[in-house]
């Protein structure tokens, strides 16, 4: 049977069908049948399990769980125990570092009311709420089509098949798709989702908008030592090891039972192509007064995502027939606070309040108005507002002085007034890179096995896998631009901003030979944002494939 000759897919229908069981559509799952409990609806999840492709910090501000589950303080189950006690900010040199005193900072950087855990832990307790409410939740389905009827409206979604080989022929295991068809249909696949990146070109929902901006995150989670435990402690550096010009910065959080969530940020708009992020994070575990904490502790796991850092004037057009963007699909993260979960939920629930009504008055795939001119009047739009030029700041004047100014706009801001209105972000990550020539290699120390580590046995503990006899689901579009420009030009930046491990120049004969290694991928998208033709594009693997956390 050749894929020409593929069997119809079988179809369900549903009111709302909802891409992504990560915080923004669990939220909105859970609302559309708080109001009303009569909707059929289904969430399709990639990952194995809901939590699986979840990565987070993650300090929550809950703001909006007090909205959807007002009582969640009272829930035995719920997993938000630790309440931030300490919040400290540290700029460091390669030696030392300075703590700034918390009284300067604007109050919306205040994390004392908020709680440290484990997002995907999150989502599980989520999950199990929405399905006790009635919500059908199929993990393991990629959502690998938009369908659109006759006009052009999105009708919902088609899961990818299963059991497709390597040369593009169905194997005998083989397994047809399903349709899963609604009136609406919300798009809820976090930063730089497949068909969310689908539908804002098609429905052009980003003209008007600013280039959307990234980060990678890169995260562990450790087990130390008690007698260095400080449960609730909540600290962020900038500075070292990055330089003025690459904005990123690092984050450690102590929570629950003597846990410890360590991560590092790098902007993706960095400009030398020799930056390795990876690594740049193994050695920030090294700086003085953050290296104490790891000794004799053990790591338990090892993550990447991409996050959203455009905010406020990067946000699309949430709206085109038939459906919405909600949560990070659209980019709600607020890059100060480093904080997008509050305003994921925060839009979950505003589109499931407009699609209940517009369901009410017997509307289905068309535009939900309403979401698109509510949210930036909403909590949502006042708390990006507010910082909406501090990444801008920080890309034009480093980190230094351009956190001088965004400190001072955040100010103003709070006051209520702004002498710089709203900064651009003037172009993409992918252009930001220079060539090679203009930059020397940085010379990264080798891990000592004990505190930083090499990226392959990092990979083993985010518990990836991929079904090895698949199509590879990393495209590159022209295999001769990839050598002419992104191995000569640039000097190969794919097989340093890459988390996994997936790509590798391997020199071999005359010309070197580009290797995609798809198996490591952790679906972080960062090949999809930073390769510096956009020739690289990340498309769905099988459902279930890709790392499998735990509690990330």
């Known amino acids: 049977m050749s894929t020409e000759e593929l069997p119809p897919r079988e179809s369900m229908e549903f009111d709302v069908v909802i891409v992504g069981a990560g915080p923004s559509g669990l939220s909105a799952a859970i609302r559309l049948k708080q109001l009303n409990a009569d909707l059929t609806i289904v969430v399709v999840e990639k990952g194995s399990e809901v939590g699986a492709h979840i990565l987070s910090g993650a300090v929550i501000d809950p703001v909006n769980l007090d909205k959807l589950i007002p009582d969640w303080r009272e829930d035995p189950d719920c997993p938000l125990k630790t309440q931030v006690k300490d919040d400290q900010f540290i700029l460091t040199s390669e030696t030392g570092g300075i703590r700034l005193p918390n009284f300067i900072n604007p109050p919306l950087m205040n994390n004392h009311h908020c709680y440290i855990t484990s997002l995907g832990m999150v989502c599980r307790w989520l999950g199990a709420k929405a399905e006790a409410l009635g919500v059908e939740i199929y993990p393991g389905f990629a959502a690998a089509e938009t369908l659109y009827d006759d006009n052009g409206a999105v009708r919902g979604i088609a899961t990818g098949d299963m059991g497709i080989g390597r040369d593009g022929k169905p194997k005998d295991s083989f397994t047809r798709g399903m349709e899963l068809l609604g009136k609406y249909t919300l798009f809820a696949e976090g930063a730089r989702g497949s068909l969310t990146k689908e539908i804002i070109a098609k429905f052009q929902l980003d003209k008007d908008c600013e280039p959307g901006k990234f980060g990678i995150g890169l995260k562990e989670i450790w087990q130390i030592d008690p007698a260095k435990h400080k449960k609730g402690l909540v600290q962020h550096t900038l500075g070292w090891p990055l330089d003025d010009q690459t904005g990123g910065g690092s984050f450690l959080y102590h929570y629950d039972d003597n846990l410890v969530a360590v991560g590092f940020v790098v902007h993706l708009n960095y400009q030398n192509p020799y930056l390795y992020p990876f690594e740049e994070f193994q050695r920030m575990k090294t700086h003085p007064m953050i290296r104490d904490t790891f000794v004799g502790a053990k790591r338990l796991a090892y993550g990447s995502r991409a996050i959203t850092e455009g905010g406020y004037q990067s946000v699309p057009k949430l709206v085109f027939p038939g459906g919405a963007l909600i949560g990070c699909a659209a980019g709600f993260v607020n890059v100060p606070r480093i904080k997008g979960v509050h305003n994921a939920m925060g839009t979950g629930m505003q589109a499931a309040e407009h699609v209940v009504a517009a369901l009410a008055a017997g509307r289905a795939n068309d535009e939900l108005t309403d979401y698109e001119n509510g949210w930036r009047s909403s909590s949502v739009g006042q708390d990006l507002y507010k910082v909406r030029n501090v990444k801008p700041f920080l890309s034009k004047f480093g980190n230094r002085i351009g956190m001088l100014f965004a400190g001072f706009d955040m100010w103003c801001n709070t006051l209520g007034f702004s002498l710089f209105g709203t900064q651009s972000h003037a172009k993409p990550d992918r252009k930001t890179l220079k060539p090679a020539k203009d930059y020397k290699p940085i010379p990264y120390p080798k891990p000592d096995g004990k505190i930083t580590f090499d990226r392959l046995s990092s990979v083993f503990m985010s518990n990836t896998?991929?079904?090895?006899?698949?199509?590879?689901?990393?495209?590159?579009?022209?295999?001769?631009?990839?050598?002419?420009?992104?191995?000569?030009?640039?000097?190969?930046?794919?097989?340093?901003?890459?988390?996994?491990?997936?790509?590798?120049?391997?020199?071999?004969?005359?010309?070197?030979?580009?290797?995609?290694?798809?198996?490591?991928c952790v679906h972080c998208k960062t090949c999809d944002i930073k390769d510096p033709n956009g020739n690289i594009t990340w498309t769905l693997p099988e459902g279930g494939g890709g790392p499998n956390y735990e509690a990330m």
């Not at 990393?474 to 050598?483: E, N, P």
């Not at 030009?489 to 290694?517: K, L, T």
């Open 465 to 520: 896998n991929h079904e090895e006899d698949q199509p590879i689901h990393l495209k590159v579009a022209d295999m001769a631009l990839q050598k002419s420009s992104e191995h000569d030009v640039f000097a190969g930046p794919s097989n340093r901003y890459c988390p996994a491990g997936v790509y590798e120049w391997v020199e071999e004969g005359a010309e070197p030979r580009f290797q995609i290694n798809a198996q490591n």
